[in-house]
């Protein structure tokens, strides 16, 4: 069952490598710089075709040239990673193959000569299985996986002219303002009991001047605050020099998020959460009881 990946940026290798237990060949599609392709080439697909867009021009712009090499190919299974311009091109491709598309994929496999999908729904509180009945397109939302030792594939030059696009984005969206370069960020999950006690947090983020923020199902599940405030895999990627996390469990997931992070420190009532085993300082305590308390503190310090 062959599969075409494709990949506009880094973060790819989950992506990558979630088609080969399908069996077949998996051709990686990769429309960026050169070292990119490069990078996927060194993990070994059976095939890298490589489009250089010149500067300024998006990869989505080679979503239609790009759909009618992948129709002409028809492979079984097309697979692109979390990153927007990925997802596009997937889109554009799967509509032209006329395939389903199934976002929030963690795992591909072949079972009685059937494709399955594992699809991870509710933040990943219940897995299902899907067993399309042809092609397939799939947003791989999965584990990165280690970088693999396999011969190098050979690079081919995809010649393509990109169409002009006819939409354009004049600043850019997905991400809230002022949480990507904030220097602190509050951040909570769902530790909060209720709607109305997230002023509990805001007050705390007030006091460090920090930006509010969340886990994923505080915003994707609940509603309570924008889905571009989530952090995480699949939300924001921030690099601030405080990240205090309360009522956060600290799912790797989540995590990832705050990689570039100078200082973690969590708040959470149970000793044993993840969370700590990434924090730099906990408090392991009640929200309801520490932020209040921790908020009269910074107060104090004020005056
Ligand atoms: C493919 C995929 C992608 C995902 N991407 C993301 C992502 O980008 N971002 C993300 O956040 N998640 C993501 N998730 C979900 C992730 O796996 C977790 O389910 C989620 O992060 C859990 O959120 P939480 O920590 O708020 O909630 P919970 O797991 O419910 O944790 C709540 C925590 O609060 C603590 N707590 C409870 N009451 C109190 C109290 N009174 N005082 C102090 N502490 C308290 C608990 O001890 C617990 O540790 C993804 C999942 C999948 C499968």
């Given at each position: 069952m062959d599969s075409w990946v494709f990949i506009t940026a880094d973060g790819w290798s989950g992506a990558l490598e979630a088609?080969?237990?399908?069996?077949g060949r998996v051709v990686a599609v990769v429309v960026g710089p050169r070292e990119l392709a490069e990078g996927v080439a060194a993990a070994g697909p059976d095939e890298v075709r490589w489009v250089e867009p010149k500067p300024?021009?998006?990869?989505?712009?080679f979503s239609l040239p790009l759909a009618d090499v992948v129709a002409a190919a028809a492979p079984a299974v097309l697979v692109a990673g979390a990153d927007p311009a990925a997802r596009a091109l997937l889109g554009a491709a799967a509509a032209a193959l006329e395939v389903p598309l199934l976002p929030g994929a963690v795992g591909l496999a072949v079972e009685d000569g059937h494709l399955r999908v594992r699809r991870a729904l509710a933040g990943g509180q219940t897995i299902e299985t899907c067993a399309p009945g042809g092609g397939v397109a799939v947003i791989y939302a999965g584990e990165d996986a280690p970088a693999a030792t396999r011969p190098e594939a050979t690079i081919e030059v995809l010649g393509l002219t990109c169409s002009p696009l006819a939409i354009g984005a004049s600043e850019p969206v997905g991400q809230a303002s002022g949480?990507?370069?904030?220097e602190r960020v509050v951040s909570f999950g769902r530790g909060v009991r209720a709607r109305e006690d997230v002023a509990i947090v805001q007050a705390l983020a007030d006091a460090c001047g920090a930006e509010l923020a969340c886990s994923m199902p505080i915003a994707d599940d609940l509603g309570w605050l924008d889905k571009s405030r989530y952090v995480g895999r699949s939300g924001n990627h921030i690099a601030p020099a405080l990240y205090l996390a309360v009522g956060i469990a600290g799912a790797p997931q989540h995590l990832e998020g705050v990689r570039g992070a100078r200082i973690v420190a969590a708040i959470n009532n149970d000793p044993d959460a993840r969370i700590f085993q990434s924090a730099d300082y906990g408090i392991v305590g009640d929200l309801y009881e520490v932020v209040p308390a921790l908020v009269a503190e910074i107060d104090k310090l004020d005056k």
């Open positions: 088609p080969r237990a399908l069996g300024g021009v998006p990869p989505e712009a949480l990507s370069d904030a």
